[in-house]
Each structure stands twice: as structure tokens, then as C-alpha cells.
């Protein structure tokens, strides 16, 4: 089992930045593609991933340039620059065994944090 925990949220003016952070009370094993996902109201939309072993990365076209995803031994994190109004949801840490392949879907992780709210104010 993978539980999941996200931090960082919080209240932003537009232009300004927030710093996400998802970490497992077991730790972040290998060959586990960890992945952001956000949701105001309506579906749950794909933000960016990363495969733990690789190191690659995807981002959804709303985010280049703005957001970046890294993790280290223990934990994902999500670097969000440039904010806008339209990016305010609720952030979500997903996380599931799959070693070298990465989706832009929710149904490809398994484990999901509770989220975490991100407001910006324009």
C-alpha cells in the first residue's frame, strides 16, 4: 500500500509561485511513475509526471514552460511558476508501479493522495 500526502498549497496572486511537495509515510520506491492531477469541479485533469527510474517527464500544454516536476529519493514535487486564476484547483499526488512508461491518465495510477486546494487570486 502507498499513502500519499501532498503539502504546499495556499493562496497566490496571479503572476506569483507555490511549491508542491507528495511523499509516502514508505517512501518513494523505484520503477513508481509519480504524477500531478487537478480538479475544479468536473473531471480530474492531467497536470505532469515523471518515471522515478528515468527521470522522463510530461506535461499537459497548459502548464509548459510554467510548471516543473522533479522528485528526489523520497518525494515529488511541483514547481508552479507564472500562476494563473485558471489554474486554482485542488492538486492531487498519484503514484503506481509502472518502470519505464508514463500516461497522461488518471486511470494509470493506482494510489492518489487527498489533495491538496491551490487559489490564485487575480
Known amino acids: 500500500q502507498v499513502d500519499l500526502r501532498e503539502s504546499g498549497g495556499g493562496l497566490v496572486q496571479a503572476g506569483g509561485s507555490l511549491r508542491l511537495a507528495c511523499g509516502s509515510s514508505?517512501?518513494?520506491?523505484?520503477?513508481?511513475?509519480m504524477g500531478w492531477f487537478r480538479q475544479d469541479s468536473g473531471k480530474r485533469e492531467f497536470v505532469a509526471a515523471i518515471n522515478w527510474r528515468g527521470g522522463n517527464t510530461i506535461y499537459a500544454d497548459s502548464v509548459k514552460g510554467r510548471f516543473t516536476i522533479s522528485r528526489d529519493d523520497t518525494r515529488v514535487y511541483l514547481q508552479m511558476n507564472d500562476l494563473k486564476s485558471e489554474d486554482t484547483a485542488v492538486y492531487f499526488c498519484?503514484?503506481?508501479?509502472?518502470?519505464?512508461?508514463?500516461?497522461?491518465?488518471?486511470?494509470?495510477?493506482?494510489?492518489w493522495g487527498q489533495g491538496t486546494q491551490v487559489t490564485v487570486a487575480a
Open positions: 514508505r517512501g518513494i520506491f523505484s520503477d513508481y511513475a
Open positions: 498519484a503514484a503506481d508501479y509502472r518502470p519505464g512508461i508514463l500516461a497522461p491518465e488518471p486511470s494509470f495510477f493506482g494510489y
